[in-house]
């Protein structure tokens, strides 16, 4: 004989696998709302560690900033105090050049036909005006100025007569290139 079962159970397996899904549905969607609530919690976590970070290293920063200021006040004085070492060593050295500057001067003067009136010195020349016995003493006082060691240079800036006591004299005026590290 043949039975015939007439209750709806497929319906009813459906509807149970319906409600099943729904269930797990909801259950991925609660775990998925879980999961997305965890992510964002972590990621404020790490975004309030990142911004004490950044306050820490900008403190940090700040520190650094006034001690290169202090190491670049320290680089100055350091360089000025150089620049200062340097004069006083450059001045040490050539001390003496002046004086025996004057001293070989004053071997270089024709005796009794050269007489120096004034000197003036600058940082590149040495202007010297004096007084001469005639056009010859005046070419021999600059010979003898073109071979010292402290001199490039010798050039006759003037040259006139004047009459000095009832003496005539020729009156000159020299341009004398001095050598660098004088």
């Known amino acids: 004989m043949i039975k015939v079962n007439l209750l709806p159970y497929r319906e009813k397996k459906k509807e149970v696998q319906s409600k099943n899904q729904v269930v797990i549905l909801g259950i991925l969607g609660a775990a998925f709302a879980v999961l997305l609530v965890g992510f964002h919690v972590v990621t404020v976590m790490r975004l309030s560690d990142l911004e004490n ?77 004096g007084f001469a016995r005639d056009n010859v003493a005046i070419a021999k006082f600059m010979r003898n100025l073109e071979k010292s060691k402290h001199l490039t240079t010798v050039d006759l800036v003037s040259s006139k007569q004047t009459e000095i006591a009832g003496n005539k004299l020729k009156q000159f005026t020299l341009s004398c290139g001095l050598k660098k590290g004088f």
């Open 53 to 129: 970070e950044v306050q820490g290293t900008q403190q940090r920063l700040q520190q650094l900033k006034s001690s290169i200021g202090d190491i670049n006040q320290y680089k100055k004085a350091k360089e000025i105090l150089e620049k200062r070492l340097q004069i006083i060593s450059y001045l040490e050295k050539n001390r003496f050049a002046k004086v025996y500057f004057l001293d070989e001067l004053t071997a270089m003067v024709p005796a009794n036909q050269v007489w120096v009136k004034s000197m003036k010195e600058t940082e590149a020349d040495v202007k010297i005006d």
